[in-house]
């Protein structure tokens, strides 16, 4: 006979994990006091750790965005730099230094005038401590030129004047089907 005895996953886990018999009134007891200890956690971290956390949460939204299917207007490259300079609590003149930016491409950048270079991206993830990866800004900007590609509806009427002998569906269909 096995010395080993096969315990179900129902068995495993009702062995493992203990079931909340709290009540409504100490769960919100327990809630509490979770926020006032996070909140006392808060307030005892360094500036240090404070900058790192915002750029964490700002790099883990980015990386949302850039993932979803979804395109909103708020989220643009100038925006994510704000946000960026801001979680650092750097002011413009100082981070334009920082990154030997000029100070007035880096205020186009800021307002969404210009779009960043290669080069840009690359001195933001060194700048982050590759925290924020080029790549990552990279996704951001490209994904704002691509909803400014799909809204542009001026370029489609300009550029459609240079095109002749246009593909037509219909035409390729019967000839390939001839039922």
């Given amino acids: 006979m096995s010395k080993t ?15 909340s018999q709290l009540s409504a009134s100490e769960k919100k007891n327990e809630e509490n006091e979770f ?3 996070r909140i006392q956690r808060i307030k005892n971290m360094t500036e240090e750790e404070r900058h790192f956390s915002r750029i964490m949460q ?4 980015m990386e949302d965005y850039a993932n979803s299917n979804e395109y909103n207007e708020l ?3 100038s925006y994510f730099l704000n946000e960026y300079l801001h979680s650092l609590n750097k002011n413009k003149t100082v981070f334009s230094k920082e990154i030997s930016l000029h100070s007035a491409q880096l205020s186009r950048l800021l307002n969404n005038k210009d779009g960043p270079s290669e080069k840009i991206m690359v001195r933001l993830e060194i700048h982050s401590n590759n925290i924020i990866s080029a790549v990552d800004w990279y996704r951001v900007y490209e994904k704002q030129k691509e909803w400014a590609l799909i809204k542009n509806k001026e370029i489609r009427k300009e550029e459609s004047k240079h095109v002749s002998n246009k593909f037509v569906y219909m035409a390729l269909k019967t000839s390939l089907n001839p039922l």
């Fill in 5 to 19: 005895k096969k315990i179900s996953d129902k068995e495993l886990a009702e062995a493992h994990v203990f079931p």
């Fill in 35 to 37: 926020s006032r200890f």
């Fill in 58 to 61: 700002l790099k883990y939204l």
């Fill in 75 to 77: 989220y643009t490259f």
